[in-house]
């Protein structure tokens, strides 16, 4: 069997080479876009101020209708968790606003699995209490780090 460290054939190497190459352009392209978004942010800054300094509920403006409108914005510390669980409760939204967080779920699993020292081609909810009631979808992904 070829070690890693041997070289790959061609077809292996160009689509590697190729990989390569596509990883580099979409980090140019995610830079160009962390630049224009930042440029958006302070531009909608000054016009935000000076909407509100001119008191005006809408502007028309390079080929657009603009307005403010608030958004808002909501976080539930740990520390108060149980508070906010019970608000809910009594409010009657707590089905409305539980949901199972995935993330969180799948870090636990993986977390198990690999302490287990569980085959990453399986299902990392097979066998345990999760096995049947979650989706889970196995596939390989290519991962590399960078050789000089």
């Given at each position: 069997m070829?070690?890693?460290?041997?070289t790959p054939v061609a077809p292996l190497q160009q689509a590697l080479a190729g990989i390569s190459e596509i990883d580099a352009q979409v980090k140019e392209q995610n830079d160009k876009i962390d630049t224009l978004k930042e440029r958006r942010g302070h531009l909608e800054g000054i016009a935000i101020e000076e909407m509100t300094n001119g008191r005006l509920d809408g502007v028309k403006a390079a080929g657009r209708s603009w307005r403010i409108e608030w958004?808002?914005?909501f976080s539930a510390p740990e520390a108060r968790k149980e508070a906010v669980m019970e608000a809910a409760r009594s409010?009657?939204?707590?089905?409305?606003v539980t949901q199972v967080n995935t993330a969180r779920l799948k870090a636990e699993l993986t977390e198990r699995a690999k302490a287990a020292g569980k085959d990453a081609r399986r299902p990392y909810s097979e066998g345990t209490e999760f096995d049947g009631l979650v989706g889970e979808y196995v596939r390989p992904?290519?991962?590399?780090?960078?050789s000089r």
């Open positions: 070829p070690s890693s460290t041997d958004s808002h914005s409010a009657g939204l707590l089905d409305a992904v290519l991962r590399h780090v960078t």
